[in-house]
C-alpha cells in the first residue's frame, strides 16, 4: 500500500528499532522504519549512532559491509571514515571532504534502541537540516525504569501503531476476543506525548483465588505502551512494554519485553525465577497479540466509528493522537470518534475504508 493511499498516515515519535543487546560496539545492524533503512553502530567507547543508509560521497549504504573503526564508522567502498559527529575525517589517500552523515536522533532506555521521526522539532541536526525524519525531537521518552526486559518476542502485523495502541482502551474486545475480566477503573488521562490509562484485571492464582491486579498503563506517542503489576500477596511485579514500530503504510512491527519478578522463599531474588516467570508472561501476551493479528489484518479504519456507551476512552484517545500527525491533526483522513448516547447508539456514519491486502499475510511468529 502507498503511504498517501493509507488511512493514516506515519505519526511522528519514538520509536523501537532493536534491542540494546544485539547492538555490541563494534556492531552495525540496520533497522527498518517508515520506509526506509537506518543504520545503527557503536563505537569500541560504546557510543550508539543512528544515521541514513547511504554514504555522500557516492551513495553505499553502510549496513553492507560498513564497519566500525574505533569511534569512527568507515564505508565499505572507498574507506571514508566518519566520527561521531558524522563528519568524515579520512580516507585510506589522506582524502576529506565536507559532506556529513545524515544522523537520526537515538536513545536507549530500558534495553531497546529508540529513533526520532517528526516534523515538529524546532532545529535539525548537522548536516540534515530540513529533513523531517532529522527534526529536533519535540518531547522525550518517559525517564527509564533502571529495569531491562527478561524475554522478547516479536511479529508483524498488516496495521498502523495508532491501531494497536488503541485496543489498550478497547476494552470490550478485552472480554470478548480474549476472555479477560479487565475493566476501565478512572478515565484515561492525557498529558502532552503521554496517555495514562487506569485499568484492573482480575484473574485466578493457585493458592490465593481470585486477586485483582491493578495495571496502570502508559503510552508514550504511538510508539511505546509500558504496563505495571504489582502482586503484593507473593511479593512479585510484571512490567509489559509494547512498541509498535511502522516499517511501511499499514504494516508494524510489534514487539513485546517483558520482566517479571518472583521473590523464592528463602533465597530472595533469583535470576532463573525471574526470567523463567518473564517468560511465562511474555506467552500470554503473545497470545493476545496472536488473537488480534486476524483482526487487524482484515479490519478497515474507520474516522467515523459507530462508538456505543462505555466507550467514551477511545475517542479520547484518539484526540489525543491526533498530535502526533501534520498539523496537529490525522492528517485530514480521520474524524472525531465520539461515543454514542443511549438514544443515539448504533448511529454514525462510516469513515476512510483500508483497500484489502489480504493477499499479503504478515509473518508467523
Given amino acids: 500500500m502507498a503511504e498517501h493511499s493509507a488511512p493514516l498516515p506515519y505519526p ?11 547492538l555490541p560496539p563494534g556492531r552495525v545492524r540496520t533497522a527498518r522504519l517508515m520506509g526506509e533503512d537506518v543504520v545503527l553502530y557503536r563505537t569500541a567507547r560504546g557510543a550508539v549512532r543512528a544515521i541514513g ?3 555522500p560521497h557516492l551513495g553505499a549504504h553502510f549496513g553492507a559491509g560498513g564497519r566500525v573503526r574505533g569511534e569512527e564508522l568507515v564505508c565499505p567502498f ?3 571514515a566518519f566520527a561521531p559527529d558524522g563528519s568524515c575525517t579520512g580516507s585510506p589517500d589522506g582524502t576529506r571532504f565536507r559532506g556529513e552523515l545524515a544522523r537520526r536522533r537515538l536513545v536507549e532506555r530500558d534495553g531497546a534502541l529508540f529513533v526520532w521521526r517528526g516534523e515538529s522539532g524546532s ?3 548537522s548536516g540534515s537540516e530540513g529533513r523531517p525524519e532529522n527534526a529536533a525531537p519535540a518531547w522525550e521518552l518517559p525517564p527509564a525504569v533502571g529495569v531491562r526486559p527478561l524475554a522478547w518476542w516479536s511479529g508483524e502485523v498488516l496495521s498502523h501503531p495508532q491501531e494497536v495502541l488503541e485496543n489498550s482502551v478497547d ?17 484515561p488521562e492525557p498529558d502532552g506525548p503521554l ?10 492464582f493457585p493458592g490465593l483465588g481470585a486477586v485483582s491486579l ?7 506517542g504511538l510508539g511505546m505502551m509500558r504496563l505495571t503489576a504489582e502482586l503484593p500477596e507473593l511479593g512479585s511485579s510484571l512490567l509489559v512494554w509494547v512498541l509498535p514500530t511502522p516499517l511501511a503504510p499499514w504494516r508494524t512491527l510489534v514487539r513485546f519485553a517483558v520482566t517479571a519478578t518472583v521473590p523464592v522463599p528463602g533465597v530472595g531474588a533469583a535470576r532463573a525465577v525471574d526470567r523463567a516467570a518473564s517468560w511465562l508472561a ?8 496472536k488473537q488480534d493479528r486476524p483482526v487487524l489484518a482484515h479490519k478497515r479504519y474507520l474516522a467515523q466509528p459507530r462508538l456505543v456507551p462505555g466507550e467514551r476512552s477511545i475517542g479520547l484517545f484518539r484526540r489525543w493522537a491526533r498530535q502526533f500527525y501534520p498539523g496537529g491533526s490525522d492528517g485530514g483522513r480521520g474524524g472525531t470518534a465520539e461515543p454514542a448516547s443511549d438514544s443515539q447508539s448504533g448511529s454514525g456514519s462510516p469513515g476512510t475504508d483500508r483497500p484489502s491486502d489480504c493477499h499479503n499475510r504478515a509473518s508467523s511468529a
Avoid at 171 to 187: I, M, N, Q, W
Wanted: net charge positive.
Fill in 53 to 55: 543508509p547511504h554514504c
Fill in 78 to 80: 572507498h574507506g571514508f
Fill in 214 to 220: 491493578d495495571q496502570p498503563v502508559t503510552l508514550a
Fill in 123 to 125: 532545529e535539525s541536526q
Fill in 12 to 22: 511522528s515519535g519514538w520509536f523501537c528499532v532493536g534491542r540494546s543487546r544485539d
Fill in 195 to 204: 496517555f495514562t490509562v487506569h485499568q484492573r484485571t482480575t484473574t485466578r
Fill in 171 to 187: 476494552f470490550r474486545h478485552v472480554s470478548v476476543l480474549h476472555g479477560l475480566d479487565t475493566r476501565e477503573t478512572a478515565p
Fill in 282 to 289: 511474555l506467552q500470554a501476551s503473545v497470545r493476545i497479540i
